[in-house]
Nanobody, 124 residues
Framework: QVQLVESGGGLVQAGGSLRLSCAAS????????MGWFRQGPGKEREFVAA????????YYADSVKGRFTISRDNDKNTVSLQMDSLKPEETTVYYC?????????????????WGQGTQVTVSS
């Protein structure tokens, strides 16, 4: 079993930056792929970014390309999401997820473990 805990959320003005982190514990010896999703009120959970265990392959939603950067530190069992040029419409809860055998990075059902989320608020 793997436990995921997100941190780094908070309040930022439009155009500002935040860096989210996800710490993994438990059975972390496997080579999990990691992803970030977000879900606003009344909306489906939306794919944001993902990264393979090696870090050599990354994936981004079109809406965040060029502004967000996903990275990981396997020695520390952490994955991060650097978010720049944030927009008010990106105010929502961000979730970290892990997949042992990732087939489709953008699909919520592809992931095996989820964190409880961290709130990001972008003011206008």
């Amino acid at each position: 079993q793997v436990q995921l805990v997100e941190s780094g959320g908070g309040l930022v003005q439009a155009g500002g930056s935040l860096r989210l982190s996800c710490a993994a514990s438990g059975r972390t010896n496997s080579r999990y792929s990691m992803g970030w999703f977000r879900q606003g009120p009344g909306k489906e959970r939306e794919f944001v970014a993902a990264i393979r265990w090696s870090g050599g392959s990354t994936y981004y939603a079109d809406s965040v390309k060029g502004r967000f950067t996903i990275s990981r530190d396997n020695d520390k069992n952490t994955v991060s999401l650097q978010m720049d040029s944030l927009k008010p419409e990106e105010t929502t809860v961000y979730y970290c997820a892990a997949a042992l055998h990732l087939k489709m990075a953008t699909m919520q059902s592809a992931y095996d473990y989820w964190g409880q989320g961290t709130q990001v608020t972008v003011s206008s």
